[in-house]
C-alpha cells in the first residue's frame, strides 16, 4: 500500500509540477490542481495509512491512540482543500482578467510560441 | 507615583494635541492655535514642578511596563539637561504657535498645520526624555517624519516637496545609522538603557567595534544637524512655511542632533578619533557655513547657513570635551535658539509685509517698519557676537575654549585661528543682513506695500529679543542655575560649578571679539556691492552644490542603478520564475536530505490491495493523460482532472480519513464547475501552435519533463521514507483522548478544527472570505478579450425557445434535489462535531445546492426567484465567528475557548450543543458566502456578456429603424 501511495504521490506531483512550467495558463490552472492533490496526499500520509479506524470517539472511556488514524494531519489536510479551491479560483479570475487585457492566454503575458 | 505619572503626561500631551488638532475643521484657525499653546503651556506647567528636584541633581524617571516578559519596557527620564532643552522646545513652541497664527493665511488648512506641529514637538520631546536607545532612535525618526510633513506643509509648491524629501532621506538615512550604533552599543553594554550605556565609558572606548560605534553614531547626529557634508538639506527645507523654519531649525530638529553629541559625549567622546572627526566637523562646518551665509542673497537661505555655522560651533565644542566646553555648548544651544528663532520670525515678518526675501531688492526698511527693524538688529547682534548681548557669551566661552585649551595637536593649535576667521564672516553676514534690508533708501519696486505686522505677529519677536538682553547682560543670575545643573547631570556629579559672567577682563577671547567686530565690519563696508551683484554663492564654490550632487546620487541610487541590475538580473517571465522556483525547491529540498539516512529499515507496512492498486493505474493515468491534453483539448484535461481528484477522494475514504473524502468530493464537484465557467473565455485552439513543434520547444519540454520526473520522483522517495516508519506518539495522541472530555466531539478532526485550533480555521476562513472579495473585486472590471464576447458557438442558430427545453427532465430533477440537499447540508452540520461532516463540508453542500439550481435553469430565471447576498454571508461568518471567541472572555477564558455539553432536545434527542458549534456555524455560513460568490462571480460574466450583446443589438436595430 504504502508504496502503491507513494508512487502515486509521485506520478500526481510530476504531472502537476511539468504542467506548472507550461507556457499556457490552463495548463498551468490544471498543474496546480494536480500538485494541490499530490500535497495533499502527501501531508495525509504524514501520519501513516490505517485501515478502518476513522478517528471517531467512543463517548466516554479509555482512549487508546494506536487504536485510531492520526487526526492532525487530516485537519490539516480538510483546511487545505478548501483553501486550494480558493486559490483555484483566485487564479481562474487572475487568468480570465489577464486573457481579456493582454489578450493572450500565455503566462508570460506575450505570445511567443 | 504623581511625579512618574506626570512625565508620562508631558511625553503624552503633545500626542494628544495633536490627534484633537487633527479632528478640529479645516477653518479652525483660532482653536487650533488655542489647543495647541495650551498643550504646550500644560507641559511647562509640568516642568516648573520638577524645577526643584532636578536642580537638585535628581533624575526623575517614569516606567510603563510594555512586554515585561522579555524585560521590553517604555522608560523616560527626566534630568537637568533635558529639563533646560524640553522647557527650551516648548518656550520657543508657545511663541510660534502663536506668531504662525497671524503668519498663515486664512486659505491654509490651518488644523492639520498644528496637527503636524504637536506631533512632531511631541517626538522632539521624546528623543529628549527617552530612556531607552532604541527608543529614542524610534523618537528620532519621528522627528524625521514629521518634519517632512511640515517641510512640505505647502505641497502645492516642488521646491517644498523636494526640500521635505531631501530632509527626509538625509535625516532618516542617518537615523538607520543611528539604529545600527544604538545596537552595537547596547551588545556591548549588555543593556539598552540610557542610563547604563552613559556610564560605560570606559567598556565602550576599549571595545573593538569602538570605531564603527562612533562613526555609526556620529554619522547619525551629523545628519541631524547638518553638518557637513549633509548640510545642505537645511537650505532646502527653507521653503517650509516660516514658523516651522524657526521652530525646526531653531530649538528642535537640528537641535537633536547636537543633543544627542553632547547626551553621548561622556560615553564616546575623550578620544583622539573623537576629537579630530567631531571637532574638525565642526570647524569645517562653521567656516564654510558662515562663508556661504556671506554670499546669500535669500534672506532665510543666510539664516539657514548660518544656522549650520553655529551647529558647528556647538559641534566642535562638543568634540572638545570637558566641562567648560560642554557647559559652553548647552548654553549656545539656549542663545542661538533665543535669538535665531527671533531671526527666521523677523525675516518672515519682512517676507509677509513686503513679498519678498531677496536682499537684492529690500533697502531702507527701517522707515516703514521701525519696531521690527530695530529688533531684528539686535537680535542680529546676538548672532554676531556683539557685547551684552546672549550670542556674545556664548562665543566668548568658545573662543575661550578655543585658546585655553590644548592637547597638542595642529588642529588644536589651528582652533584660535580658525574660530576668529569665522568669527569675522558672522560678523560680516550679520551687517549684510542688518545693513541691506533696513539700511539705504526705501526700495520701491516691492510687490506689497511695507508696514508694520499685526502687534500680536510681532509679540514673540519683542520677548525673544528682551530674552537675548535680559540673558546677555546678566547671564549668571538668569541662567546660571539651570545650566550648571545640566552640565552635572552630562558630566555626572561631582563636576564642578561655573560662573558665568559677562566680564572676565581683557583677555585673549574679547581681544578676538573685538578683532571679529572690527574686521568683519570692515569686510561688509568693503565687498558689500560686490557680493550683492555675485552669484548666490561664494565665488567658484557656488559651483559646487551639496544638492546637486545629492541628486545625482539619488537619480542613480533610486532609478536607473535598479532598473539596470534589474533588467540585468531580472525577468518578467513567469515561465522562466516558476522554473527557477521549482528548481530551488528541489536544490533545498535535496540540501536538506543529503546524507540523512534516507531510506532506514522498514518497520510498518500494510499488504498491497490489488483493488487499491488498480484504483491507483486509473489516477496516475488520469494526472498524466491530464497533463497531455491540457494544452489543446481543455474539456478532456479538466474530465480527467476530475478522475484524478475522485481517486484521491476515495484513497481518503480508504486510510480512515471520511471527513476528508467528504470535503474532497464537494469541492471537486465546486472546482469542475468553476474551472467548466472559465473555459467559456479562454482562446480557441484547434489547430496546433507551429512553434511547438520546433527545437527548442521541444528541447524545453524534455528538460522540463527531466525537472518533474526528479521533483516526483523525490516526493514518492520522501513519502515512502516516512510512511514505512513507526509513528512516534504525537500531539494527535492528545487531541484524541481529550477531543471527548474537553471538546465534546467524537468526531476528532472537526474537535481540532472548530476547538482545539480554532485560531487557525478562523484564519483559514478569513483568507477564504479574502479571496472570495479579491475574486468580487477583480471580477468587477472584467473585460473578456473581444472575440470571446460573440455568443458560443454551440448557441449560434438556436432560438430561446429551444433553448427553453434544453435539458428538461435534468434539470427538474436538479430543481427538485434543493430542498433535499438542504437537508443533507443541516446532516452533515449538526452531526460535525460527532461524525464525519463540519461546517465546511456543509457550507460547499449548500453553495452546491445553489449551483444546481443555476445550472437547471438559467440565470435570469433563479435570479428572480432566489436572492444569495454572499457578501453578507461571508461577512456574517466572519461576525459570528469571531464574536464566540470573544464571547470566552466574558468568562474569563481566552480568545476563542470553547464550552460543550449535550442537550436534550424533544423528537431529537440527545445533540452536542457546543460554543464550538456556534463557531462552525460562521464557518459554515462563511463557506457558503465565498464559494457562492466566486461562482456567481464567474458564471455572471456570461450574463454580462449577453446583455452587452443584447445592448449591441438594440443600437443596431434603432440605427436600422432610423
Known amino acids: ?113 | 507615583m504623581i511625579e512618574q505619572n506626570l512625565l508620562l503626561i508631558l511625553v503624552l500631551l503633545p500626542f494628544v494635541g495633536a490627534v484633537a488638532a487633527a479632528t478640529l475643521p479645516v477653518n479652525a484657525h483660532s482653536a487650533a492655535a488655542w489647543l495647541s499653546g495650551l498643550t504646550m503651556a500644560g507641559g511647562l506647567a509640568i516642568l516648573a514642578g520638577f524645577y526643584d528636584p532636578v536642580s537638585q541633581g535628581l533624575v526623575i524617571r517614569g516606567t510603563v511596563q510594555w512586554v515585561p516578559a522579555i524585560g521590553l519596557n517604555l522608560s523616560f527620564r527626566l534630568d537637568g539637561f533635558a529639563w533646560l532643552f524640553v522647557t527650551l522646545v516648548l518656550s520657543i513652541g508657545i511663541l510660534v504657535v502663536l506668531y504662525a497664527r497671524y503668519y498663515l493665511s486664512k486659505t491654509d488648512p490651518v488644523p492639520r498645520f498644528y496637527s503636524f506641529l504637536m506631533a512632531f514637538t511631541g517626538a522632539m520631546l521624546g528623543i529628549l526624555l527617552s530612556g531607552n536607545a532604541l527608543m529614542l532612535v524610534v523618537f528620532w525618526e519621528l522627528t524625521s517624519i514629521f518634519s517632512f510633513l511640515l517641510i512640505g506643509y505647502w505641497h502645492g509648491n516642488p521646491n517644498a516637496r523636494d526640500g521635505a524629501r531631501t530632509a527626509l532621506v538625509i535625516t532618516a538615512g542617518g537615523g538607520v545609522c543611528l539604529l545600527a550604533a544604538m545596537l552595537l552599543l547596547g551588545q556591548i553594554v549588555g543593556s539598552y538603557q540610557l542610563d547604563r550605556i552613559l556610564n560605560s565609558g570606559d567598556i565602550i572606548r576599549a571595545h573593538p567595534l569602538y570605531l564603527p560605534v562612533m562613526v555609526l553614531f556620529l554619522i547619525g547626529a551629523f545628519t541631524k544637524s547638518a553638518q557637513f557634508p549633509f548640510h545642505f538639506w537645511l537650505p532646502g527645507a527653507m521653503a517650509a512655511p516660516t514658523p516651522v523654519s524657526a521652530f525646526l531649525h531653531s530649538a528642535t530638529m537640528v537641535k537633536a542632533g547636537v543633543f544627542l553629541l553632547i547626551r553621548f559625549s561622556p560615553a564616546l567622546g575623550g578620544t583622539d578619533t573623537w576629537f579630530y572627526v567631531v571637532t574638525g566637523t565642526g570647524m569645517i562646518t562653521l567656516i564654510m557655513g558662515a562663508v556661504i551665509a556671506l554670499f546669500r542673497h535669500d534672506l532665510k537661505g543666510l539664516l539657514a547657513y548660518s544656522t549650520i555655522s553655529h551647529l558647528g560651533l556647538i559641534t566642535a565644542l562638543a568634540g572638545i570635551g570637558g566641562s567648560a566646553a560642554i557647559l559652553a555648548a548647552i548654553f549656545h544651544i539656549v542663545n542661538h535658539a533665543v535669538f535665531k528663532a527671533s531671526l527666521f520670525m523677523a525675516a518672515g515678518i519682512i517676507d509677509h509685509e513686503t513679498g519678498t526675501r531677496d536682499m537684492r531688492r529690500l533697502s531702507g526698511l527701517i522707515r516703514v517698519m521701525p519696531i521690527t527693524g530695530a529688533l531684528a538688529i539686535v537680535a542680529a547682534g546676538a548672532m554676531a557676537g556683539v557685547p551684552l548681548l546672549n550670542g556674545f557669551i556664548s562665543k566668548e566661552m568658545f573662543l575661550a575654549e578655543a585658546v585655553g585649551w590644548h592637547n597638542g595637536t595642529w588642529l588644536d593649535n589651528a582652533l584660535p585661528w580658525l574660530a576668529t576667521v569665522a568669527s569675522i564672516f558672522a560678523v560680516a553676514y550679520s551687517a549684510r543682513f542688518i545693513g541691506s534690508v533696513f539700511f539705504g533708501p526705501l526700495a520701491t519696486d516691492l510687490p506689497k506695500k511695507p508696514h508694520e505686522p499685526p502687534h500680536w505677529m510681532r509679540r514673540p519677536v519683542e520677548l525673544l529679543v528682551l530674552i537675548c538682553l535680559i540673558v546677555g547682560i546678566l547671564p549668571g543670575q538668569t541662567l546660571g542655575a539651570v545650566l550648571n545643573a545640566a552640565l552635572a547631570s552630562v558630566m555626572g556629579r561631582g563636576t564642578e560649578h561655573y560662573d558665568i559672567a559677562l566680564w572676565h577682563g581683557f583677555n585673549e577671547p574679547l581681544m578676538m571679539s573685538l578683532l571679529a567686530l572690527a574686521a568683519g565690519g570692515l569686510l561688509y563696508a568693503l565687498t558689500g556691492r560686490w557680493v550683492a551683484r555675485g552669484p548666490e554663492g561664494p565665488p567658484f564654490f557656488h559651483m559646487i552644490r551639496g544638492q546637486k550632487i545629492y541628486e545625482w546620487l539619488m537619480l542613480r541610487l533610486s532609478w536607473k542603478w535598479p532598473r539596470m541590475i534589474h533588467g540585468f538580473v531580472g525577468t518578467e517571465k513567469l515561465q522562466l520564475q516558476l522554473r527557477i522556483m521549482v528548481l530551488l525547491a528541489l536544490a533545498v529540498g535535496f540540501a536538506a536530505l543529503w546524507n540523512s539516512g534516507f531510506i532506514g529499515p522498514i518497520a510498518k507496512w500494510n499488504t498491497p490491495n490489488l483493488a487499491f492498486g488498480l484504483m491507483w493505474v486509473v489516477g496516475a493515468s488520469c494526472a498524466i493523460a491530464a497533463a497531455w491534453q491540457a494544452k489543446y483539448h481543455r474539456f478532456a484535461a479538466l474530465v480527467l482532472l476530475g478522475g484524478a481528484g475522485t481517486i484521491t477522494c476515495l484513497t481518503f475514504a480508504w486510510f480512515s480519513a471520511p471527513d476528508l473524502a467528504v470535503t474532497q468530493l464537494l469541492v471537486e464537484l465546486v472546482t469542475t464547475v468553476l474551472l467548466l465557467l472559465g473555459l467559456r473565455w479562454l482562446p480557441r485552439r484547434r489547430s496546433e501552435i507551429a512553434a511547438d513543434r520546433l527545437l527548442p520547444a521541444r528541447i524545453r519540454r524534455i528538460w522540463d519533463l527531466v525537472i518533474a520526473s526528479v521533483a516526483g520522483a523525490g516526493l514518492a522517495a520522501m513519502a515512502y521514507a516516512v510512511m514505512t516508519r513507526p509513528l512516534v506518539p504525537n500531539i494527535g495522541d492528545w487531541f484524541l483522548r481529550n477531543a471527548y472530555y474537553e471538546g465534546g466531539g467524537t468526531n476528532t478532526v472537526n474537535v481540532i478544527l472548530v476547538d482545539f485550533r480554532a485560531f487557525d480555521t478562523f484564519g483559514e476562513i478569513t483568507v477564504l472570505a479574502i479571496v472570495g472579495l479579491t475574486v468580487f473585486a477583480l471580477l468587477r472590471r472584467f473585460r473578456p478579450a473581444p472575440e470571446s464576447i460573440a455568443a458560443p458557438a454551440q448557441q449560434r442558430g438556436s432560438t430561446p425557445k429551444m433553448l427553453g427545453n434544453y435539458l428538461l427532465i435534468a434539470s427538474m430533477i436538479m430543481k427538485y434535489m434543493f430542498p433535499v440537499l438542504i437537508v443533507v447540508a443541516a446532516d452533515l452540520f449538526f452531526r460535525g462535531h460527532d461524525l464525519p461532516g463540519g461546517g465546511f463540508s456543509a457550507g460547499v453542500t449548500i453553495a452546491t445546492a445553489l449551483l444546481l439550481q443555476y445550472l437547471a435553469t438559467n440565470v435570469r430565471w433563479i435570479e428572480a426567484r432566489i436572492t444569495v447576498l454572499p457578501i453578507r454571508w461571508m461577512g456574517f461568518g466572519l461576525l459570528i465567528a469571531g464574536a464566540t471567541g470573544i464571547g470566552a472572555w466574558a468568562f474569563g477564558y481566552p480568545f476563542l475557548t470553547a464550552h460543550a455539553r449535550y442537550i436534550d432536545l424533544p423528537l431529537i434527542g440527545k445533540t452536542p450543543a457546543a460554543t464550538a458549534l456556534i463557531f462552525d456555524l460562521g464557518v459554515f455560513s462563511l463557506v457558503v458566502g465565498a464559494t457562492v460568490l466566486m461562482l456567481i462571480a464567474i458564471a455572471h460574466q456570461s450574463l454580462r456578456a449577453a446583455r452587452m450583446r443584447e445592448a449591441e443589438e438594440e443600437a443596431e436595430k434603432k440605427k436600422e429603424t432610423a
Open chain 1, 1 to 113: 500500500m504504502e508504496l502503491i501511495l507513494s508512487a502515486a504521490i509521485g506520478i500526481l506531483s510530476a504531472s502537476g509540477i511539468w504542467l506548472l512550467l507550461r507556457p499556457r495558463t490552463f495548463q498551468v490552472i490544471i498543474g496546480l490542481a494536480l500538485l494541490s492533490y499530490a500535497v495533499n496526499l502527501f501531508i495525509f500520509s504524514m501520519g501513516r495509512l490505517t485501515v478502518g479506524q476513522p478517528p471517531i470517539m467512543p463517548k466516554g472511556g479509555f482512549v487508546d491512540p494506536t487504536r485510531y488514524a492520526d487526526p492532525l494531519p487530516q485537519a490539516l489536510v480538510l483546511t487545505a482543500i478548501v483553501i486550494s479551491f480558493a486559490t483555484t479560483a483566485l487564479f481562474l479570475v487572475v487568468m480570465m482578467a489577464s486573457r481579456g487585457m493582454t489578450g493572450t492566454d500565455h503566462v508570460d503575458g506575450k505570445d511567443k510560441d
